[in-house]
């Protein structure tokens, strides 16, 4: 057993004052809104760039990724779109680690981001070095990381996972009889640790969105809503994941809303994804999850703010300038892409989609 002053610190409270910090991108309107829409539209095509959204993005980057034949997705998807897309640039709305990827599965591509400022507390919570020393002291564990991290800290993985399909990579490993040395995300860990049984060292960052979601606020909800489903991303805390009906992806959670019958859903993720929501199945009704009440620090509010930051002014901006390209140390690309595309092909050898991997659970 490994004991908690093993797994290295790292100070949460720096990370969130930093979010605090960040700086939404404007969100237009009117006049102002439109000739940027068709200026990023003509851009698109001069370039020869595709446009590759997260859900969690502000709306219009959303639907202009799907006017010009771009996607929005998780970030499995978005991976996997880059990469399979003709384009010779990539324009990745979302947060660095999303634009790394990118890149990473795609060196001979140009791979530009509406700001290269945009983090994840996830990624800012585990440092390359302290990563390093804390794997080179539990050489027998398999080293699994989620995306939401580095290229350094990929390079170092055995294993980069998503969010999609965390829990049958790690199943696949523990029935090869291997022991994980899991970073960054404490509660997705914890969660598919629960879920496989398997033996799991992990690192103890967490999403700042996600933490806010409040589980007696929760319970109060749905006795309000006896007929509404719970969707909840796994990077939430696991009292609010035992309320879930649903545990999954963005994409999974979309996915639920469309499938279940229930006519409303409580939704614990970052609530850019009600555009899709939406979409995918008109006429439900979407509540948010609660993030205050008792316990309540609200920081982000059930928003990303660092996925605020990506907005039509910097798209436009970029794709004109062609600037905030990523770059990536070729050597350390070089061994990410393997871990990187051990999850691909994982994926890619599975007879069902990663998009059929939800859990689907009964609430407690
Ligand atoms: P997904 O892979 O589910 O899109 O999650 C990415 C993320 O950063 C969620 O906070
Ligand atoms: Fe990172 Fe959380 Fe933002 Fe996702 S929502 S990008 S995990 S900080």
Redesign the pocket.
Known sequence: MVSAEQIPVFDEDAIRQQALLTPPATHLTGARRDAQIVRIKKLLQERDAVLVA??YVDDDLQMLADETGGCVA???EMARFGHDHPATTVVVAGVRFMGETAKILNPEKRVLMPTLKAE?SLDLSCPVDAFNTFCDAHPERTVVVYA?TSAAVKARADWVV???IATRVIQHLHERGEKILWAPDRFLGSYVQKVTGADMLLWQGS?I??DEFKAEELKKLRAKHPQAAVLV?P?SPGDVIAQADVVG??TQIIQAATELDNPTFIVAT?KGIFYKMKQAAPGKTFIEAPTGGVGASCGSCAH?PWMAMNGLENLGTTLENLDNEVHIDPDIGQQAMVSLTRMLDFAASENKSAIGEANIASPS
Do not use: I, Q
Request: net charge negative.
């Open positions: 997260h859900y998780d970030s499995l994840c939401n998503t969010s999609s999403c969105v996600h991303h990077e992806s963005t970052d990303c």
